[in-house]
């Protein structure tokens, strides 16, 4: 399952509602990405995400089958915000749960890593200096590639 | 054909999204990128590194031997950086 | 931090102690290991897991300390239950919080990595044949054997 | 020196727990698995296959060859499996 939304992410919460009475579950990997005070040394008071509706939805959607294609998950889940955020502030989430434990766990490195390099998202922050669009970083391209190829 | 522009390459464009007519001779993604340099000083210097401009076609990554046609809605952006 | 208990563990509030108002924090990786309702093919009604009081803690603290020796760590939980289980019931908790999502989640596999084949808990299940203990598998011993050596 | 059992271990010696004074002769892990057999058909049992048998001295995971002493708090036990 998959969402773009502005509001928080209530992670008990959603991890209830992913698991629900599900005893074939053995283990749960997820990940929280944040934001950080901190960007390429400087100071970051705020940050914008922009996204392109619809298709981070797409992308989202086929990337959740791709990941559940791959590893025998009994649920997974991506929640994406966008809008304006403070240091802190929840980003994404990932949830991925498999009968056993390493499922889970490549999974949602998956998940995050092609999140960081495919999902249409981009950052701007907000520093000292002004307002500056983020750049891609190679260290993510170098971690998507090592799960080979993805569908378009 | 719809234009969609995200992160930067709105800002230096300098609308989110237009509507253009596609000429003829104009039939893949690499076509298009060349063709839009020309319809202002903005879509210039938003494009003039195609190295650090991503397409997609129908909200599909493509690439520049790829097809396009006048009924697509086409985005153009930078790199992303989300997660 | 490590914590050995009977009690529930509250993944919610677990997390917003961990993590608090740290603000160089960039990724959480967590892993929640649950009790399967099936195991080596048989249906398990209740599980109980039997631990060694004393050195339970004091291997999960050393195995706390390698992992923020091998990776920059901004903060790190290992909450593991003891006691009698049924099916769904959370058993292990691993969260780590890194600048860096890559630290936190390789941080957090090799936690729970670790625990399967070090941390001192015995399984017993109750099955339809009567009450069994759960033998180990080697799959844990290659899984933990990927990060090489660690503290006794 | 203490000693605890732990798992099926624990069941098959039927103590959970128990002192012994260690023979002078007694000095690694492994002359105290094979003098502990000769204790009780149980401790027989439980210690006939040496290859599932863990051994922790005063709580740190411990080899064959490493010392005892009658100080010690030495625990035994099957492979883990928590987690």
Chains 1, 3 share one sequence.
Request: hydrophobic share 45%.
């Amino acid at each position: 399952m998959i969402r773009v939304q502005r509001d928080d992410i209530d992670i008990g919460a959603e991890l209830a509602a992913l698991t629900g009475d599900n005893h074939r579950i053995g283990g749960i990997a997820t990940f929280i990405g944040t934001m950080r005070d901190l960007s390429d040394g400087q100071s970051v008071s705020a940050m914008t995400l922009e996204h392109y509706p619809g298709m981070t939805e797409k992308q989202l959607d086929a990337i959740d089958r791709e990941a559940n294609r791959r590893w025998a998950l009994e649920a997974s889940l991506i929640i994406h915000r966008f809008g304006r955020f403070v240091p802190g502030e929840r980003i994404v989430f990932v949830a991925t749960a498999a009968p056993h434990r390493q499922d889970a766990l490549d999974s949602c490195a998956f998940l995050i890593d092609w999140l960081k390099t495919k999902a249409p998202f981009w950052k701007l922050e907000e520093t000292g200096d002004g307002a500056r669009w983020v750049d891609a970083r190679d260290s993510d391209d170098a971690a998507t590639a090592r799960w080979g190829e993805t569908p378009k | 054909m719809k234009l969609l522009y995200f992160s930067w390459l709105r800002q230096r464009i300098g609308v989110a999204e237009e509507s253009v007519s596609l000429p003829t001779d104009i039939k893949t993604v690499g076509d298009l990128l060349i063709w839009l340099r020309g319809r202002s000083d903005g879509h210039a210097a938003a494009l003039a590194d195609l190295s650090v401009v991503r397409v997609a076609v129908n909200q599909d990554y493509a690439r520049a031997a790829d097809p396009v046609s006048d009924d697509d809605e086409i985005a153009l952006f930078p790199p992303v950086t989300g997660g």
